[in-house]
């Protein structure tokens, strides 16, 4: 052991919940704009911003900053408020009085809280939710109700991040694994790679030759732009391919399309920040985790938080002497996850050349994000990115049980549920061969009956659509958003 390095001597921190609830605007009515306050011009809250002025809502951004605000003004449609979010007079120059929702992510938690306790007591806005990053306040809690902070949905991007990690490493060979109908059916992305058994044939070739794994294909790019996934379509190496399919199968499924990698038993992180944290925490007994963090004291903090089990090392991530004496080429998977895009990146680009298996980098810059993706970084982590699809779940309309944000918030994967019946719905009692999709958008799998009993059914033309099922759709371009929604909402006359 090098003598920078030390053992942490505790384990601590449940996991925090994640973040559910209705979705805002109800089930019934129709399609329009909202009036949404975001607090905090940060990297997150600009994310947040550019993603919902996509969607043709009405958003005024609060911040203290004026600079950072001007420049957002520029970039983005939206009106720019400056001042302490916390305080009446700001939130009623922001249009509170009128707005549908209030999204606090500035860098401090109690401005957040405080934030929506205001906004809900003084100008009774309707849908709160709050950036927490204390694992203390989970959604739900008595703190968070009505008569607390009147926070509705937590929102907790290091939560976030984490878990988008984990599932990587769960599935070593998938770029993206989502999880739908409390986690019955899974969406994979899977590059494809010289020596696949997919590479060189037709989706349809592929389906006849592995019928045990009931999959669809809902989406194929090659070269950054979609190509149609018809049984026709000939896959190539380096595709990009969206896989829906029932999670008790995916390993399965990745074995079909991808020469499957051995598990993740070794894992060096760069960074010991609240993500790094987290992570070395949930990998705790499952791998053997090295942890490099720069700051002495934040390591003897580290070392007090985890177990024995895991290395702590005083050092940076990008020197090359310290990897290579830490035999980072050994490593089945090495995490770049300081708080510097640049840093992670050179730090992850090293560690493959030294050898590491997988390398993945935190970056914040969407620009960095979209040049390092399927470069020498295997893939490059958008944490903003991790969190709009939460956020995403809260915002649309009609009975919206998850969102997921894909191809870096260009496109989206959407669980809607059915409801009501052939008079009140566009979907109940209807086959799939009579939905009225918008053009590029399309069904990938149904999830049929709740919990044990629950099946994965993939959409036949034939499939009649009954009441409650969860269907998941791909959704190529944002802009057809509010059509999917519309599909959703059922008639005023349905009172189930």
Do not use: W
């Amino acid at each position: 052991m090098s003598d920078r390095g030390c053992r942490g001597s505790g384990f601590a921190g449940p996991q925090a919940s994640p973040p559910g609830g209705d979705a805002a605007g109800g089930a019934a009515g129709t399609i329009c704009h909202m009036n949404i306050i975001i607090l905090g011009a940060g990297r997150v809250g600009e994310s947040v911003a550019e993603s919902l002025v996509s969607e043709q809502n009405d958003i005024t951004v609060i911040d203290l900053d004026p600079t950072r605000l001007r420049a957002l003004e520029d970039k983005l449609d939206l009106r720019g408020v400056v001042g302490n979010g916390i305080q009446p007079s700001v939130l009623r120059d922001a249009g509170a009085k009128d707005a549908d929702m209030v999204i606090a992510c500035a860098a401090m938690d109690e401005t957040n809280l405080v934030t929506c306790k205001v906004a809900h007591d003084v100008f009774n806005v309707p849908t709160t939710i709050a950036r927490l990053r204390s694992p203390e306040f989970s959604e739900g809690d008595e703190l968070l109700s009505q008569t607390g902070f009147s926070v509705n949905h937590v929102l907790c991007p290091e939560e976030s991040v984490t878990r988008y990690i984990r599932q990587l490493i769960s599935y070593p060979e998938a770029l993206q694994v989502l999880e739908f109908a409390d986690g019955r059916a899974s969406l994979i992305a899977v590059r494809a790679n010289h020596g696949g058994a997919l590479v060189g044939h037709t989706i349809g070739e592929f389906r006849e030759r592995y019928t045990r794994c009931e999959m669809r294909v809902v989406a194929l790019y090659r070269l950054d732009t979609e190509m149609e996934a018809t049984p026709s379509t000939r896959i190539l190496a380096g595709d990009e391919i969206f896989v829906l399919a029932d999670t008790d199968k995916i390993r399965e499924v990745l074995s079909a399309i991808h020469n499957i990698d051995k598990p993740v038993q070794r894992v060096m992180i760069a960074g010991g920040g609240k993500v790094g944290l987290r992570l070395a925490r949930s990998l705790a007994g499952q791998c053997e985790v090295k942890l490099l963090e720069r700051d002495k004291k934040r390591c003897e903090y580290l070392a007090s938080q985890l177990p024995s089990s895991t290395l702590i090392l005083q050092g940076d991530g990008a020197d090359e002497d310290l990897l290579d004496e830490e035999n980072v080429g050994q490593m089945d998977m090495f995490l770049a996850l300081t708080s510097d895009d640049e840093d992670n990146i050179m730090s992850a680009m090293l560690a493959k050349r030294l050898g590491a298996r997988r390398v993945m980098a935190l970056i914040n810059r969407r620009a960095y994000a979209d040049m390092m993706q399927g470069s020498t970084i295997d893939i490059a982590i958008s944490p903003a990115q991790a969190v709009i699809g939460e956020l995403l779940t809260h915002i649309r309309r009609g009975d919206v049980a998850a969102v997921h944000s894909l191809r870096r918030g260009a496109a989206e994967a959407f669980e809607g549920i059915a409801r009501g019946d052939v008079k009140t719905s566009k979907l109940v009692g209807r086959r799939i061969e009579e939905l009225k999709l918008p053009k590029g958008a399309r069904i990938g799998a149904l999830v049929r009956g709740e919990g044990r009993n629950s099946a994965v059914l993939m959409p036949h033309h034939d499939l009649l659509i009954e009441d409650g099922d969860h269907l998941i759709l791909f959704i190529p371009h944002k802009r057809l958003v509010r059509e999917v929604e519309k599909l959703f909402q059922v008639s005023a006359t349905f009172f189930g």
